[in-house]
């Protein structure tokens, strides 16, 4: 399986290049300094007046981390595959036992690893400083807290490889890596609401009267589509509810719209649980390396 021959040197090539390094110094620095702040400032007596903290911190920090993971993925991935075509090293790598599969697995896989094991060692130092101050169950969460953005990175791994694969050269795929971000971030609510007000008017002058009920139900099927979305209600679901952390998508800071509370009801539908939201996170991993892969095998090197 060459794939993994690519994967290996890609790593290695990241190793060398002391990118693996310098993401592991900042990760340490962005995910220990508010368990440090938090968990050793004097204004809270230290460790032993803070109970329940580590949810505390990971409730703040997820917003960080939603910013800072998928930027820093798509810096390391969007020109895996253009640089190698620009510079012509592709057709060296194709000339050995390598398909474009083999060399688009590779590089997703490369490019993963040199994001999350860095996201980890940072989370890992973190929870030397979370375990004095808390309980055995509140440190737990934090390392699926630390998973959950490790899987972020390689998300935004995978939909800037597929993209690079697409483009032409790198500019095409930062402006594409780029752009996808933006729409997730600042977009995508925006164009979502709008998308259902627009469907709910076109059936109401048709004569066909749409429930309050469904449209939360669409509005929060298409909020959790975004991997971004996806992540931090993941997150919320680790100390809250599932309902709850899907509520908190139509609040701000921890108050809920209390028209969509109504709405949903009492239960959710599987459909909006956590397992399903899993997978429409992972779908951004694989849906825009498959369609990079077709672009990449009809494309002129």
Same mark, same amino acid.
């Not at 969460?141 to 800037?160: D, H, I, N, P, R």
């Not at 399903?276 to 498959?290: D, E, G, K, S």
């Given at each position: ?10 790593? +290695? ?40 903290? &580590?949810? !505390? ?5 997820? +917003? ?19 640089? +190698? ?7 060296? !790598? ?13 590089? !997703? ?10 996201? $980890? ?6 929870? &030397? ?35 690079? @694969? @697409?483009?032409?050269? *790198? ?11 933006? $729409? ?6 925006? $164009? ?27 509005? =929060? ?6 991997? #971004? ?6 997150? *919320? ?5 599932? $309902? ?9 800071? /921890? ?6 509370? +109504?709405? /949903?009801?009492?239960? =959710? ?15 951004? /991993?694989?849906?825009? #390396?498959? /369609? ?10």
């Amino acid at each position: 399986m060459t794939w993994q021959a690519v994967a290996r040197k890609d790593f +290695e090539d990241a190793i060398r290049s002391r990118w693996l390094w310098g993401l592991s110094v900042v990760f340490i620095l962005v995910f220990s300094f508010p368990a440090f702040v938090r968990l050793y400032s004097g204004d809270l007596g230290g460790p032993q007046n803070n109970a329940g903290i &580590v949810q !505390l911190v990971i409730f703040f920090m997820k +917003e960080a981390t939603a910013i800072v993971v998928p930027l820093t993925a798509i810096v390391v991935a969007y020109a895996s595959i253009t640089r +190698e075509r620009g510079s012509g090293t592709m057709k060296l !790598l194709l000339s050995l036992p390598h398909s474009r599969a083999d060399v688009v697995a590779g590089k !997703l896989l490369g490019r993963s690893a040199v994001i999350a094991i860095p996201v $980890l060692i940072g989370f890992l130092v973190s929870i &030397v400083l979370l375990v004095p101050g808390s309980s055995a169950p509140d440190w737990l969460t934090y390392v699926q807290f630390a998973f959950l953005t490790a899987m972020l990175g390689v998300v935004f791994v995978g939909v800037s490889v597929g993209i690079s @694969a @697409a483009a032409n050269g *790198d500019r095409q795929a930062i402006l594409g890596s780029g752009g996808a971000f933006a $729409l997730f971030w600042f977009g995508w609510d925006f $164009l979502s609401n709008r998308l259902v007000d627009g469907t709910i008017t076109i059936l109401g002058d048709l004569g066909v009267d749409v429930a309050t009920a469904t449209r939360y139900e669409v509005v =929060l099927f298409l909020k959790l589509l975004n991997p #971004i979305q996806s992540y931090k209600t993941l997150v *919320d679901s680790l100390f809250m509810p599932a $309902l709850r952390a899907r509520l908190q998508m139509f609040g701000f800071f /921890l108050g809920v719209d209390p028209r969509a509370q +109504e709405a /949903l009801g009492p239960s =959710l539908s599987p459909i909006y649980g956590d397992a399903f939201v899993v997978v429409y996170m992972l779908a951004w /991993l694989a849906i825009p #390396i498959a /369609l990079g892969l077709v672009a990449f095998r009809s494309a002129d090197l």
